[in-house]
């Protein structure tokens, strides 16, 4: 197939023979250091008492991270910064339970936010991995083309020199066929 004969030639593979490779698990690099950017944060929250009282803020700063983070690199860096802020949420404590509040709606209203930090980092990241993968997808097919397009031009060049040559042959000829039908005649 000319798809090989393609590769072959430039050295790469044709989109139909990757389209079955799975996206890397492991977030990028810039994103771990924004996660440990977010870790730096929680921890100075939880060990520095002057810090400001994060919890009390509405929406909770710790969804920034969540949805950056998802935003930006996909599913596992989502969960992993929705992880982050759950722990950083445990470190500093959950909200106290209000005067009569019961047991269960003091629970849905603590685990409200950490459970929505999941979702979301569930959701938004499995579109980001969507729009990364269809991305990778494109970028395939251009170097397919790209490979296609310097193979076609290899050969037209070949076809060329082919050309010149074979009319180099017919000129350098004593007599051609043409003549001797004529001189028959």
Not at 70 to 91: E, K, P, R
Not at 103 to 123: D, E, K, T
Not at 130 to 155: G, K, M, P, T, Y
Request: charged share 20%.
């Amino acid at each position: 197939p000319p798809t090989e004969s393609v590769a072959r030639m430039t050295g790469k593979r044709s989109a139909s023979l990757t389209t079955n490779e799975a996206l890397p698990v492991l977030p990028p690099r810039f994103a771990l250091f924004e996660l440990g950017v977010f870790l730096f944060i929680i921890l100075v929250e939880w060990l520095w008492a002057p810090f400001p009282d994060l919890s009390k803020m509405n929406p909770h700063p710790y969804w920034v991270a969540v949805l950056l983070l998802s935003l930006q690199y996909g599913t596992v860096s989502g969960l992993l910064a929705a992880v982050l802020a759950i722990a950083g949420t445990l470190l500093t404590g959950l909200p106290e339970p209000d005067i009569g509040e019961s047991y269960f709606a003091h629970l849905i209203r603590a685990w409200a936010q950490p459970v929505l930090w999941l979702v979301m980092a569930l959701l938004l990241g499995s579109f980001r991995m969507r729009q990364i993968e269809a991305r990778e997808d494109l970028l395939r097919e251009v170097d397919d083309l790209q490979a296609r397009s310097v193979a076609l031009v290899d050969h037209a060049g070949h076809l060329k020199q082919r050309c010149d040559a074979l009319e180099r042959q017919l000129a350098g000829r004593e007599r051609s066929d043409a003549a001797g039908v004529l001189d028959a005649l």
